[in-house]
């Protein structure tokens, strides 16, 4: 199909974006286009303006920042998959990144867009859930931070409101003990494609038990959410084998599985516990 | 069983553009067409203009697969709509379009049923099916069912009872896709070969190899289904299959991970093809273009020329969709004339520069087209041995060309260029009396029958056990298209099919609602496998060569999907046999086959 017709502004600093974002409601931020304009041209989405920041200069890095990584809105899929910095210290975002889509993809998709389109089957939203990543949204009235877990509320719906631009990624980096993982079944089978399901952990372990935890699911409900169940079972844990089964066991605990051409619920829920365990397995190993 | 619809996916939807030429009063019109001059004399019968009003060009197309063997309404609107109004016109398909109201592929629910010895012998072999048209018929539709009954007893020399039912859906026309026909009809044969061989507890090799029409009784006069078939040596294709897969260590290996707990599996699969049409005779069932005012039989066209400066035009009225046939034609023309292949241009798929040109269909592009640039290669040849003959103060009988040049055999020394040979036939009165002016000819080739390729596949694959998710460990084709022109071009064609077979097997699949409505529309819900989702592949050829033309070729366009679904499909079944599958229905997507096993064993092995 063929989008309706639309203005297309690309403005060359963020305060100008922001002050057109604001004039024009409804309009739409465009990074690296991968699902904005698939979704525009079947009329899925319709904006009157949109707004594209990929001229906006600055927001291409991803810096150390002590004690957490910065990832701005113009950084690609492939330069996270392939840095250092968020492999080293963010090892499940950097995964997730490297198991989206294709080479062009990744080399147009941008790891911030991907994290404000909030697919329910994306890669990257499950792995900013387990790290406990914060997102930094900016609009003409200041900046605000959402942490990821209220930033996913629905279906292609985040907790960003219509004047604002996510502008940062905030990621901790994982420390002594804490580390993280993610796994995925594609739809494509193997790792290829949107996830059917994919689970991302992060797990710290102090006096070899495992202090802290986080596991987060996509592909499985309607939106990437933390497992409360598998959580549960794991921290406080030995993170043996055993208890890696228990939290699997209780992965899909009160989640409410949503069916699609790839998974029924029930092996929706069955996948959750298996990647659950693959993933809990990769981070503790 | 189900041969699910599936929808062809070139990377190039279809589009045209029409001009009308008030200065000529022609109508030019490029569009994405495998039958350039069908659409031709479609659109001039419809717009009521003489042929040499209408002018087609299909240039290089980005990828057909049968799709774009049709003649098209949006073809002829868009035609209309440039006449009517004098300007240029044009139409591009959208994804979602191409998806809806281009044809579509497969689409059958069957059942098949050996009886056979215990030991191997086959008795005889029934299918049963049903074959969804779509809602309107096209260009090939009702046909698709018909080219399926060409092999429908495979390899094997086997009693046949073959019946479909054709039946009218409100869905998308069904029509030809790569292999049509023939992938729907091998995948039934060797699902049930499998079956049989498991039942009976005989190697699927064995049992095949058991059942074979014999090398011996080549040239088949008539086959378990009515057909005659030229060559074939089913055996020793099979035999050069297992010992270059190395069958019995692949067995070895499959079991060695079996007792890891692994669940390893391996699936073969021989199948046989109809291809290069047309025998002249099919023209009377009805395989033609006669609707569009073109001549009944589908023969090949091909007109060289070698021009004054001792170039080549290679003129044919079809043309690739990505194939590759300027490259393969052209090789045939250069070797038949002595002609560096850089000297030689092939104009295609354009009928303003080509009297007639049936299709790229069918795999016959080398074995129809190109027989009849072989021949007009050779007339021009045979021409240019008498000028040279002439220059040179030789017999005609001991020319040979080579590097550019007419020599005397064995006198090396003694040769004229190809230029200075042109020129004399472009200058009557340099030439001996009597000699026609020109240096070109045209041929019309008109094959005494289909050519039948044949070959066979072996594939090793592992299943997970707690997803049901596939990976491709190996896969080995031994195929058989007679002679090899170009052989990248051939493996070229080999990889393609196998890709898009292996996409019938494991990812997809055109889903309806119950209304009619397609819910896999757009290729977030139609995946297609890429590069990364395939193993590299080990292709390897037999050779046996075809009589039905000179060039000895048979084709291979299509082998590659008619050999390989079912290869995955047996490989996967194999691979979880052990749970109490018998058979899933592609595509074996993770949640299809992890379901069968749960229902098969309650997710423990039997
Ligand atoms: C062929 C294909 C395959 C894919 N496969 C996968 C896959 O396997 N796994 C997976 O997870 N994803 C997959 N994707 C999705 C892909 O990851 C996303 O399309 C991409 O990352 C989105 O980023 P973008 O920069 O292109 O965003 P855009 O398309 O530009 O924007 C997406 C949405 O987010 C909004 N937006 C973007 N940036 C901002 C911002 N800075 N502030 C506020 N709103 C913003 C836009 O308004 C729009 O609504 C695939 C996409 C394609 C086309």
Redesign the interface.
Known sequence: ??PREFDYVAPGTLDEALAVLASNPGAKIMSGGMSLI?MM??RLLSPATVIDIGRIPGLDAIEDRGDHLAIGALVRHAQTASSDLVTTYAAALAQAAALTG?VQVRNRGTTVGAVAHADLAADTTAAVLALGATMVARSSAGTREIPASEFFVDTLTSALADDEILVELRVPKSGEGESSAYTK?G????E???A?AGVAAWVRKTNGSVSDARVALTGVGSKAMLSSGAMDAIIGSDGSEAAIAAAADRAADGISVLED????EE?KA??AK?YVKRALGAALS | MVNQRLIPTAIEPRRVLAEWEAGYQTLRMHTTSQMPHAVAGALAMALGLPSTSVRVIAPEVGGGFGAKLNVYSDEILVGWAARQLERPVRWTETRREAATSTIQGRGWIGTATIVGTRDGEILGYEFDGLADMGAYTQNFTAAIPFLGLFVASGQYKMPTYWKIDCVATNTTTTDAYRGAGRPEAMYYIERIMDMYAREIGMDPADVRRKNFIPAEEFPVAMSPVGFAMDTGDYAMNLDALLETGAYDEMKAARDSARAEGRNVGIGLSTYVEVCGFAPAGLADLGFSWSAYGLPSAFNGNGLVRVNADATVTVTIGTGPSGQGHQTTWAQIVADRLGIPVDDIVVKHGDTGDSPMGIGTFGSRSAAVDGSAAYEAADRVRLKAAKLAAHLLEASEDDIVFADGAAHVAGSPESSVPWSEIAMVAYQPQKAPEGTDPGLESEVVFSPANATWPFGSHLAMVEVDAETGNVEILRYVAMDDCGNVINPMIVDGQVHGGLVQGIGQALFEEAIYDENGNLLTGSMVDYPIPTAGDVPMFELHRTTTPTDINPLGVKGIGEAGTIGSAQTIVNAVVDAVASYGVTHIDMPLRPRRVWEAMNAASGNGRA
């Open positions: 199909m063929y698939p041209k079947l294709d079944l739809r494509r089978g193997g290829s494609d949107y059917v051409l790839y998974g029924s092996y069955h996948l298996v």
